[in-house]
């Protein structure tokens, strides 16, 4: 038991650098190989999360529209998701005919490389981060909106109307939204002070930015949810997939891998966009903390930092699969209305309201 | 005025979305309400609904006996020709001679369950089975002959 309480990811991660420093003299080397355990590792990392959300957003579908779900293959349905990536994989990667096809074959890379390079500054646990970058919300909102690169790609190298009218929509909706993702993402720097998430999570030692922020980081919290459901296209805001308008959108051509990397990448950023908002909102790895109690405290830090972020990462991941599987989808013109004349106004106050509270002190 | 009809809206609108998700959310957390049957395991406890209809049958009694007088009401109210009725003339005791069924031909791959037939039937001689697992593998398994071999029709139905 008291293994396991001090087991944690960064006493893993530096026994493993001991070992490899050990065994390799050479320092380039040193580093050259730990990349490549490190990329290895989130690889695989985030291929079996794929699969763990798969699973769970079946499930979750499936319950709250009182069915049962995936229930045959494994016990209680949990290999279904191993079978489905299966069957893809043994599907032939059809390239149509009169696409461009090398745009084509490369916008699943693109989008899937564009997910996961915005994994890089995350804190999964307490000094565990790929890459502590001082910039890393800036470098996180830049790196996620390359996404859209990857499907402007895919549906106009489609050759098929489906295809581009899901790209165009998808532009449109994720241009707009990232204004008001940033603008919340804004709230907290003003009040944390720093672009660094390795800062920001610390700055919430005596309590989350959501209980000391008040009402704005809370208004700001719930743009942010709803404006990153928008950006990773996700429903009810999936307008570029919309499979009853457009049997699919922007991948109405691709089977097959390329068509399971579109799914990976979706999946990716579903997990980053939560942990993004546990990491800013809801203190990250930070276990909950009461300023003033202390054995309260004491008692929380026992709880691993690591299952605390992923507590809080799984918790919105599960808001945005109730959204899902609750509203039903906008219109193109209600998606822009939703986001130019509420969400965007909004937030802009809100950022006042922000900056009023951190110059005055009134934040906790 | 804008402004007061502006936050109404937003009001509105996420009063209408919660609503939204406090049902999906006890849905979630209630399992109980979950209303698949799990049809192929749950047969021994599978209760279908009291109007359902899967097949025409034709009840017998424990002395073998049915209702049905050959009066092909059924016949004639079948939009489809899924019921085709063979009469016979039989010899009574007093030795009168009655119009009786010979063979009730029944085609099961013809029939839509519209219940038309059991409606027109003046003496409840035919009703709509529970049963639903039709399928076979040769066609001709599905023409069925509704009347028991050696059934008599009941006694006190004209």
């Known amino acids: ?364 | 005025m804008f402004l007061k009809d502006y936050f109404s809206t937003i009001y509105r609108s996420i009063k209408s979305l919660l609503t939204g998700m406090k049902v999906t959310g006890y849905y979630f957390t209630h399992p109980k309400e979950i209303q698949t049957e799990e049809y192929p395991d749950n047969r021994p406890t599978l209760k279908m609904a009291d109007r359902f209809r899967g097949e025409v049958v034709m009840p017998h009694n424990e002395n073998n006996e049915h209702r049905c007088t050959g009066c092909q009401a059924c016949e004639i109210a079948c939009p489809n020709g899924t019921i085709k009725i063979v009469t016979k003339q039989e010899i009574m005791p007093d030795g009168k001679k009655k119009k009786r069924i010979d063979t009730f031909v029944y085609h099961l791959d013809l029939c839509t369950m519209c219940n038309l037939c059991i409606v027109a039937c003046p003496s409840d001689a035919i009703v709509m089975s529970q049963n639903f697992e039709h399928s076979v593998y040769d066609k001709k398994q599905l023409k069925k002959i509704l009347n028991k071999p050696d059934s008599k029709l009941m006694d006190g139905v004209e």
């Open chain 1, 1 to 364: 038991m008291s293994l396991l309480l001090s087991f944690s990811f960064s006493s893993l991660a530096s026994n493993i650098h001991n070992l490899l420093a050990a065994a390799i003299s050479n320092s380039f080397l040193l580093l050259v190989t730990e990349m490549v355990i490190t990329g290895i590792t989130l690889i695989s990392f985030l291929v079996v999360l794929c699969f763990f959300l798969g699973y769970m957003e079946r499930r979750v579908a499936a319950f709250m529209e009182i069915r049962l779900g995936p229930n045959r293959v494994g016990p209680k349905g949990t290999l279904q998701i191993v079978a489905d990536t299966l069957k893809l994989l043994l599907k032939e990667g059809l390239t149509p005919d009169s696409s461009d096809k090398f745009l084509f074959n490369l916008a699943p890379i693109i989008m899937v490389v564009a997910s996961m390079m915005a994994i890089a500054p995350i804190a999964f646990a307490k000094d565990f981060q790929l890459y502590d970058i001082n910039i890393g919300v800036l470098y996180v909102s830049a790196v996620s909106s390359l996404g859209v690169i990857g499907i402007l790609m895919a549906g106009w190298s489609s050759n098929n109307k489906y295809s581009l009218l899901g790209a165009m929509r998808s532009g449109a909706q994720i241009v707009s939204y990232e204004l008001s993702v940033g603008l919340s993402l804004i709230s907290i720097v003003i009040l944390s002070g720093s672009l660094s998430l390795g800062d920001i999570v610390m700055s919430q030692q005596n309590g989350w930015w959501i209980i000391k922020g008040h009402i704005p980081i809370i208004i700001s919290f719930v743009i942010f949810v709803i404006a990153s459901t928008a950006e990773i296209n996700r429903a009810p805001f999936d307008l570029a997939e919309a499979d009853q308008e457009l049997t699919g959108g922007f991948h109405t051509e691709y089977a097959g891998m390329k068509f399971a990397m579109f799914l990976l990448s979706e999946y990716i950023n579903l997990f980053i966009v939560s942990a993004i908002a546990a990491t800013l909102f809801l203190g990250g790895w930070m276990p909950f903390h009461i300023g003033g109690l202390d054995s309260f405290n004491h008692i929380m830090d026992y709880i691993p930092s690591s299952i605390w972020f992923f507590a809080k990462t799984f918790l919105i991941i599960f808001i945005i699969m109730q959204f899902r599987w609750t509203f039903p989808r906008l219109r193109v013109d209600q998606l822009l209305t939703l986001e130019w004349k509420y969400l965007l106004p909004i937030s802009m106050v809100n950022i006042i309201l922000v900056t009023v509270m951190a110059i005055m002190g009134w934040h906790l």
